[in-house]
């Protein structure tokens, strides 16, 4: 779904499903019918890895979820997404948030919010807090989700890129007298003729 050559610094990553597995598929189908959305993970974008909070932050190479991550860029300055970026991979090694998890369970399956102490005091996060608290300490807030799902990440406005549920974009028709572009099956286009009886090329 997206080419890791074109990644920068603090791209945030959502994926649809994460590699094959009894455990991780049931967590995702889980995660997928609680919050009525697509995504069921998340990560960050480092300098030459993703930065990606499984049971621990972990480093993994950039192509790893590239047929079913979908990329979405913050709008902010470069500056900002490498600092969120650098934040991140600083807590390489730290333990994913078991209890942040089951609250998400209970903020989406049983419509309670937990209660305000416990949000400003948290330790550990998931893996789409891990990113918006990378964010945060950056100085950027993606949402205002106490503790955001990846879910929150997806219709966050400061993430620009495609969602799965937006149409792809249109190609352009080629204007008249200009050669249309090659088709992606490699065949060799046909030239239409030009006003006039002239032949394009």
Same mark, same amino acid.
């Given at each position: 779904?997206y080419d890791?050559r074109?990644?920068q610094p ?6 649809t ?7 991780s598929?049931l967590?995702d189908?889980l995660?997928?019918?609680s919050?009525?959305?697509?995504f069921?993970?998340a ?5 030459d890895a993703?930065?990606d ?7 993994r190479?950039?192509?790893?979820y ?9 709008a902010?300055?470069?500056?900002v997404?490498?600092r969120?970026?650098?934040?991140a991979?600083?807590r390489?090694g730290?333990p994913?948030?078991?209890g ?9 399956d049983?419509?309670?919010v937990?209660h305000a ?11 789409s807090?891990f990113?918006a608290?990378?964010?945060a300490?950056a100085g950027?807030r ?7 799902a990846?879910?929150?990440?997806s219709?966050s $406005?400061?993430?620009a890129g495609r969602r799965?549920w ?7 028709a080629?204007? $008249?007298g200009?050669?249309a572009?090659?088709?992606s099956?490699g065949a ?14």
């Amino acid at each position: 779904m997206y080419d890791p050559r074109e990644l920068q610094p603090g791209d945030v990553l959502l994926m649809t499903s994460r590699r094959v597995g009894v455990l991780s598929s049931l967590l995702d189908a889980l995660i997928m019918w609680s919050e009525g959305n697509p995504f069921v993970h998340a990560a960050i974008c480092g300098q030459d890895a993703l930065i990606d909070p499984v049971w621990r932050v972990t480093l993994r190479p950039l192509d790893y979820y590239a047929s079913h991550g979908w990329v979405l860029r913050p709008a902010c300055p470069e500056e900002v997404r490498r600092r969120a970026a650098d934040w991140a991979r600083a807590r390489v090694g730290d333990p994913y948030g078991i209890g942040e998890l089951l609250e998400d369970g209970v903020r989406f399956d049983l419509h309670f919010v937990a209660h305000a102490w416990y949000r400003l005091h948290r330790r550990r996060y998931t893996c789409s807090g891990f990113v918006a608290e990378a964010y945060a300490q950056a100085g950027v807030r993606l949402t205002l989700a106490p503790l955001p799902a990846p879910s929150d990440l997806s219709y966050s $406005p400061l993430l620009a890129g495609r969602r799965p549920w937006e149409p792809p974009p249109r190609r352009r028709a080629a204007k $008249p007298g200009t050669r249309a572009a090659s088709p992606s099956n490699g065949a060799t286009p046909r030239r239409e003729p030009l006003p006039g009886g002239r032949r394009a090329g």
